[in-house]
């Protein structure tokens, strides 16, 4: 919106200054919409160079005043080059301009080279101030980022809807970057033919949404449709604008997680969070579970905890649909989840984590599958 207010301007500013060369006719001439048909031209030209060429589409107050004060800084500078020019021409020429002429002629020059120097400099700096840094002696010009370093959104969070509820408790200081990328992927599953497909984008966009609607933390709708990254996977852009926004990818994608670890950039996985802040549990403990279906060994019994961790009680098969109160005798702790094994009776605690087999593999439920999701 800024750069089209802007390209607006600089048209009409053109026009301006070829029409004030018609202010003197007897110094140019009858020729009185020529100077301001080719100062339009020269806009139009200028515009055209610009908006096909790819640039970033980002404008700021800060990107527009350090483009004014460049535009003026070279504009002024040309100045001193214009006489020299105005003079070198004249050398050539069989019509000698008077004093008035001359000096009407330069100020006009002046003007015109202020105004396309100030435009370009201006939209330049819009364009591309987040793929490169100003560097002048003591002064970087990059981009920032208010507050923590932000987390950039990858659409397994968004689909797995627990990000809604972290953001709720306030936790969250940084600022949550949300890439159009993301955004475009999620509508696409939304529009998915197929029906669980479709649930998990519309499940993503609703949390989106609910984010977006909340006070905190704030959220970055990131527009990369500029970037000449087009060509990459979502993963690798991903990676990609974490590491230009010095972020952090908050993922719960396993592949992701390391890929992006082996490209150097932090990852904060959301299923290792939620592991990581369930309570520890120690052999000879004893816990309370409601078993809901049998084990695949003899006499097993199988329940949930309320966070989701999955129990397996030796001795349970009996129980089902039943509140019992076990002893753990062994924990396992793995990338999908936390599993706990243990036996009905307060002599569980010396039977040993080798009495309690671990359920095969395929056929046991995921850890996660009944958590607080």
């Given amino acids: 919106?800024?750069?089209?207010?802007?390209?607006?301007?600089?048209?009409?500013?053109?026009?301006?200054?070829?029409?004030?060369?018609?202010?003197?006719?007897?110094?140019?001439?009858?020729?009185?919409?020529?100077?301001?048909?080719?100062?339009?031209?020269?806009?139009?030209?200028?515009?055209?160079?610009?908006?096909?060429?790819?640039?970033?589409?980002?404008?700021?107050?800060?990107?527009?005043?350090?483009?004014?004060?460049?535009?003026?800084?070279?504009?002024?500078?040309?100045?001193?080059?214009?006489?020299?020019?105005?003079?070198?021409?004249?050398?050539?020429?069989?019509?000698?301009?008077?004093?008035k002429q001359y000096f009407a002629l330069i100020r006009y020059i002046n003007l015109f080279i202020g105004v396309t120097t100030t435009y370009l400099a201006i939209s330049f700096i819009l364009q591309t101030k987040d793929d490169f840094r100003f560097v002048i002696p003591y002064v970087e010009f990059s981009k920032q980022t208010k507050g923590a370093r932000p987390f950039v959104l990858d659409s397994s969070v968004l689909i797995d809807g627990r990000i809604e509820d972290i953001a709720k408790t306030g936790i969250l200081e940084s600022q949550l970057v949300v890439p159009r990328f993301i955004q475009s992927e999620l509508q696409r599953l939304a529009d998915s033919s197929d029906k669980l497909v479709r649930a998990r984008g519309r499940r993503g966009l609703d949390v989106l949404t609910a984010l977006k609607t909340a006070a905190h933390p704030e959220i970055i709708d990131y527009d990369s449709s500029g970037r000449d990254d087009q060509a990459l996977d979502v993963d690798q852009k991903l990676i990609a604008l974490s590491k230009e926004l010095n972020g952090r990818v908050l993922t719960n994608d396993y592949n992701l997680n390391k890929v992006a670890q082996l490209r150097g950039v932090?990852?904060?996985?959301?299923?290792?969070?939620?592991?990581?802040?369930?309570?520890?549990?120690?052999?000879?403990?004893?816990?309370?579970?409601?078993?809901?279906?049998?084990?695949?060994?003899?006499?097993?019994?199988v329940g949930f905890l309320d966070d989701g961790t999955m129990v397996v009680v030796e001795g349970g098969r009996q129980h089902l649909n039943e509140d019992v109160e076990f002893t753990v005798t062994n924990m396992r702790q793995t990338v999908q989840?936390?599993?706990?094994?243990?036996?009905?009776?307060?002599?569980?605690?010396?039977s040993g984590g080798g009495a309690a087999p671990a359920p095969i593999p395929g056929k046991t439920p995921h850890p996660e599958a009944h958590g607080s999701k």
Wanted: hydrophobic share 50%; net charge neutral; aromatic share 10%.
């Fill in 1 to 99: 919106m800024v750069l089209h207010i802007l390209r607006a301007l600089f048209v009409l500013l053109m026009a301006a200054v070829g029409w004030s060369f018609i202010k003197d006719p007897a110094t140019f001439g009858t020729y009185s919409w020529m100077a301001m048909a080719i100062g339009m031209a020269v806009a139009v030209f200028l515009l055209s160079i610009d908006i096909l060429s790819t640039r970033r589409k980002l404008a700021v107050f800060s990107g527009v005043f350090f483009g004014l004060v460049v535009g003026i800084c070279i504009a002024y500078a040309l100045s001193f080059v214009t006489p020299l020019v105005v003079d070198y021409y004249q050398s050539f020429s069989d019509e000698k301009l008077g004093d």
């Fill in 266 to 301: 932090d990852v904060v996985n959301l299923n290792e969070l939620a592991n990581a802040m369930k309570p520890e549990v120690m052999p000879g403990e004893k816990m309370t579970v409601r078993l809901i279906k049998a084990g695949e060994s003899t006499g097993q019994g």
């Fill in 337 to 350: 989840g936390r599993m706990i094994f243990g036996r009905l009776g307060s002599n569980g605690a010396s």
